[in-house]
């Protein structure tokens, strides 16, 4: 058990140095050499939990995923759709290891990770709440829920590498906010459009809200218990 | 005067190869080595066009603005804005120069260039066309020009790095339509959103209208005569 715990730990370090090093250097020129020179541990126990560098990256851009979807389900689907785009954003400003995923998602350079997959993964949970949004009635009847998904994931990647250019992301709750604004009015009904909440520190409150229910996003996925 | 001539035609050759080189490696990775030998030129020949790598990432993307923007002025300047976005469209996908362009805007590992300049001049360029479609009625009441651009922009980036992830921009026309239809309704009046043509061919036909006026993308700006 406590062998255990020293390994979690270990792997937390690891990737929490991983997500330093390839937000500062990118995948291309981020090495193993620098990781563990951060994570300040041995080759061997980096190599436990991580054979390669692609490795390490999807190991960074998994916990950013498990991170995400954490929004517990709301009555108005749309409500926990918009909760779920404020809490990314409230995230990407404070946490390295969020923003350090979504970089690597957007990297052009690292052609040998599956980015495609990423944005899929982003996709597929986003459809699956329109489509209950769709079940319950929020939406316009003209909505086709995979095709409104797709476009909020790729506008919301291009509005949060916007930010990181123009403000290294000082402003995305308000590039965020302009394009909910923008974005909501054609794809839910004006009488859900009004109960939606989204109040400037509308994620600040969501992330205190999740918090405390945040499973160790280091962990290893789908880990056995000892 | 034979002599400007081939100095253009260097010039222009040094920008592909740069451009070709950029769109492979990335900015960071990428060397004046590779470029040379791309364009096949001698040092001395590139240096006196371009004193740095970031000078010729400057070429790059200047050229491709340059082509981005040759639109002509419409009666309807929210069917301009929108012919704008498809025939940029159109050229990512038929043109490596505007692709590489865009992609080094879009290049988080090249801190050493002023990347949010970049989208800030898109976005002037867009608010310029929403401020005139504003005098001359076309839009919402509520729609604030500069706010919209800046969202059109980073929300068309976004588009253009998921359809590039996941399809190599073959599905780049697909998600701009779908980008322009969840977007114009909650901007343009709807007697003006009827008349708007968005139809798939629409970025080939603009293409073809604006082609024999392009000004070459890949000469000095403000180059005096001789």
């Known amino acids: ?14 990737l929490s140095a991983a997500a330093t090093v390839f937000e500062e250097r990118g995948y291309q020129a981020a090495t193993i050499t620098d990781i563990l020179r951060t994570a300040g541990v041995t080759k061997g126990a980096l190599y436990f ?11 960074v851009m998994d916990a950013q995923g498990r991170r995400m979807g954490s929004v517990p389900q709301r009555a108005c689907r749309m409500q926990e759709l918009a909760d779920t785009v404020l809490l990314q954003t409230y995230r990407l400003q404070h946490d390295p290891l969020v923003r350090a995923g979504v970089r690597l998602a957007m990297d052009q350079q690292a052609t040998e990770l599956n980015r495609g997959a990423f944005f899929k993964d982003w996709s597929v949970g986003t459809t699956d709440l329109l489509e209950a949004a769709k079940t319950q009635g929020e939406l316009l009847p003209h909505v086709v829920p995979a095709e409104t998904a797709e476009l909020l994931v790729g506008a919301y990647a291009g509005v949060h590498s916007m930010s990181q250019a123009v403000s290294s992301y000082a402003d995305l709750d308000h590039r965020t906010s302009v394009l909910l604004r923008h974005f909501l009015p054609n794809v839910v009904l004006s009488s859900v459009l009004t109960t939606i909440d989204l109040s400037v520190d509308r994620g600040a409150t969501v992330f205190a809200e999740v918090e405390s229910k945040i499973t160790d996003a280091y962990e290893e996925p789908q880990q056995d218990s000892a």
């Open 1 to 14: 058990m406590a062998k255990q715990d020293r390994a979690v730990r270990t792997r937390r370090n690891i």
């Open 49 to 59: 939990h991580f054979q390669s560098k692609a490795e390490l990256a999807y190991g």
